[in-house]
């Protein structure tokens, strides 16, 4: 090792010696400002220098420690997109005659921007000149998401190197002292260069931000601060006052723009606040906004400051909206061997009927008494259904063994019916947890109603999912009807009342719950989701220069608790149930139904029997 560095610098030597060049300032200069960060770099030269002075920066780059890349380019490089472009680090020299026209393709193509790093060799200077930027790159716009370096010589082989910026495209330089460069000391960075660049450079000095909002309400736009109306633009007030410290942490001043919708994607172009950010001149957006992939390629969105959910709440609907109450007492299996119980039984009675009958033929008296069980399949099936509904029965069997078998016949079906009766109590008061699903939502007997927002007027539809377009086509918008699109006032009353569902904000809807609900009504509330994903953030312009800061702001105020607390502030949890069970209600229609339908089916039966009956008797008669 030792062998091949000697071997190395003695190269190095013979080729400095060979080409009589001094030792190269520009070049030790650019070895040492790649050294001095930590990142992975890949340096992209444009430079007029002459070939041995170019294989002397890329051996000394080389041969640093760090994993690095070097690539001399022309200036047609700057229309093309770099793979990794956060290791880019362009060096450029204001020397070379083509350098003007590489920077402001390079300003036009966004290169100036994040991630890219630049480095820019400028001409020797005064230090009496040493606040004002080159004339060659007056003109052009470093913002201050820029990463430019710009290193100049003064009289005494030692370099000045200066980062410059603008807080917007046209303003005045703003520099910042980077660090020297000597030949004896090397680079020397400033304590400045330890923050990074978007902390550093966030003073707006009282400058505008542009910042769209959503208002529905004209009322908010005086004050969007105040609270004293918390119902009216609620998700507006809640993103501004969470976004709000926002101004004060940027030393900027506020600049509204308001419009009436989000903004959602027809046509090709988008309204509304997305359009404010796309081809107006907002800057950032107050009102948090759903993140969709249509959105994601026009804006960038930022931080979530308060989770908001959109859902179907409702409350648990009685057990009869999902099910028969009447068979739900007993398990299928139950079911089934009562129903063979009932057939033993019936066979059982019916041989002993048979037995009782032929024992008893010899004594004619016997014939006369009309309470003796004949052997005939309708008496024995109207004792056993006496028996089932609890009623008595004229007709018995005398012997021994047949008062035991009648015993044992109403024992039995007196402690079946009172283990179901005591249930069926128990059902009627009980409610469903079933509906779990949207499917089961779709398929159940609940009314559907939507919080009327433009949101939830898109979103419904355009949903194309099945289950969420049946939904949509068949309980909230169906065709000739109007459209169960309602405030939320109006939607929570209406869920307190009667069974049904409302897609709404829970954080607003729950407050207007504790308003207006019963202690037990509060109980048994249930959400579903409807909306895929309801995650909200606050958005800015995309490739926006101030993004970095936005994102640190806001990430800061969320990190500080304030955004939690406006959320506590604005928006309601779901209510707790203090009184499940403390309610009482009475047995309604829908529980009764399958009592009614079986009484329905039981008369039309009889009047068929009856019609059959008829039918046969006129037969018999016309054959006599
Ligand atoms: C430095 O500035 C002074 C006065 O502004 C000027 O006379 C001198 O020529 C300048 N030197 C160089 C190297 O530009
Ligand atoms: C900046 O100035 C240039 C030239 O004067 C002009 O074309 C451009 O529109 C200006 N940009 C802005 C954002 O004002
Ligand atoms: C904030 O901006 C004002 C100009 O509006 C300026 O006077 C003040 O010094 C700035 N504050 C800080 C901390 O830079
Ligand atoms: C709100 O104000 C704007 C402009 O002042 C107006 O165009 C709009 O019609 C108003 N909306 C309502 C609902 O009053
Ligand atoms: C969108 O395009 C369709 C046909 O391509 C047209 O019928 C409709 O009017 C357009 N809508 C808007 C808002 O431009």
């Given amino acids: 090792m030792k062998i091949f560095q000697f071997g190395l610098i003695s190269i190095l030597c013979a080729l400095r010696a060979f080409s009589g060049l001094k030792v190269d300032h520009v070049i030790e200069l650019v070895v040492d400002v790649v050294k001095s960060t930590d990142k992975a770099t890949s340096v992209i030269a444009h430079v007029c220098w002459r070939s041995s002075k170019q294989i002397k920066m890329m051996t000394r780059l080389m041969s640093l420690y760090n994993p690095k890349t070097v690539q001399f380019v022309n200036k047609y490089w700057i229309a093309t997109e770099p793979m990794f472009q956060e290791r880019v680090l362009v060096i450029t020299d204001l020397n070379c005659p083509e350098t003007k026209e590489f920077l402001e393709k390079a300003s036009s193509t966004k290169k100036f921007a994040l991630p890219y790093r630049w480095l820019i060799i ?51 330089w703003i520099t910042e002292k980077f660090g020297t460069w000597s030949p004896q000391d090397g680079l020397k960075k400033t304590e400045l260069t ?16 542009k910042t769209a909002m959503v208002i529905l309400d004209n009322k908010t736009r005086s004050d969007p601060y105040d609270l004293t109306d918390i119902l009216a633009d609620t998700v507006t007030k809640s993103s501004f006052r969470s976004t ?8 900027a001043t506020k600049s509204f723009i308001f419009s009436e919708t989000w903004g959602y994607y027809k046509n090709g172009t988008y309204g509304g606040m997305v359009a404010e950010l796309t081809v107006g001149d ?18 960038d969105f930022l931080s979530c400051p308060i989770p908001i959910s959109v859902k179907f709440v409702f409350r648990e609907p009685p057990l009869s909206y999902q099910n028969n109450l009447f068979l739900l007492p007993f398990k299928t299996s139950v079911w089934y061997c009562m129903g063979a119980f009932v057939l033993v039984l019936t066979l ?70 009172s283990a179901y009766s005591a249930s069926i109590v128990a059902l009627l008061q009980s409610s469903s947890n079933q509906i779990r699903t949207l499917s089961d939502l779709l398929n159940s007997r609940l009314e559907l109603g939507v919080e009327d927002t433009p949101y939830n007027r898109y979103f419904f539809g355009i949903a194309s999912e099945p289950i969420r377009k049946a939904i949509y086509q068949t309980k909230i918008a169906p065709e000739g009807r109007k459209a169960r699109f309602m405030s939320i006032e109006q939607g929570v009353k209406k869920l307190q009342k009667e069974p049904f569902a409302f897609n709404m904000n829970k954080g607003i809807g729950y407050r207007l719950v504790e308003r207006y609900f019963h202690e037990h ?23 926006s220069p101030y993004k970095e800061m936005f994102k640190i702001g806001l990430f800061r105020i969320k990190e500080h ?64």
Avoid at 591 to 608: C, K, N, R, S, T
Wanted: net charge neutral; proline share 3%; aromatic share 8%.
């Fill in 122 to 172: 400028g001409k020797p200077i005064n230090e009496s000149s040493a606040a004002a930027v080159s004339i060659e790159i007056d003109s052009l716009n470093f913002l201050t998401d820029s990463d430019v370096v710009l290193a100049q010589m003064k009289d005494d082989d030692s370099f000045i190197l200066r980062m410059a910026y603008k807080m917007k495209p046209n303003s005045t």
């Fill in 521 to 543: 009504e509060k109980c048994g509330l249930q959400e579903i989701a409807y909306l895929d994903d309801t995650k909200t953030y606050i958005t800015c312009r995309k490739h």
């Fill in 244 to 251: 709000d410290p926002i101004y004060g942490y940027l030393n």
């Fill in 282 to 299: 907002a800057e950032l957006a107050g009102t948090v906004l759903i993140a969709t992939q249509d959105r994601m390629e026009v804006v």
């Fill in 194 to 209: 330890h923050s990074s660049i978007s902390t550093r450079r966030k003073n707006f000095d009282g400058a505008p931000i």
């Fill in 348 to 417: 059982i009675l019916y041989i002993n009927a048979l037995w009782e009958h032929k024992k008893l033929e010899k004594n004619k008296m016997n014939e006369m008494d009309p309470t003796a069980l004949k052997p005939n399949i309708s008496e024995i099936v109207i004792l056993v259904l006496s028996a089932v509904s609890q009623q008595g029965s004229y007709t018995e069997l005398k012997g021994t063994l047949g008062r035991i078998v009648m015993f044992i016949l109403f024992l039995a079906f007196l402690l079946l019916y």
């Fill in 561 to 624: 608790g304030l955004s939690d607390r406006e959320d506590r502030l604005i928006y309601a949890r779901k209510p707790a149930c203090h009184a499940r069970g403390g309610s009482f209600g009475s047995v309604n229609m829908v529980d009764f139904h399958p009592v009614l339908v079986m009484y329905l089916y039981g008369i039309m039966l009889a009047f068929l029997l009856l019609a059959i009956e008829i039918l046969a008797h006129r037969k018999i008669d016309f054959q006599r």
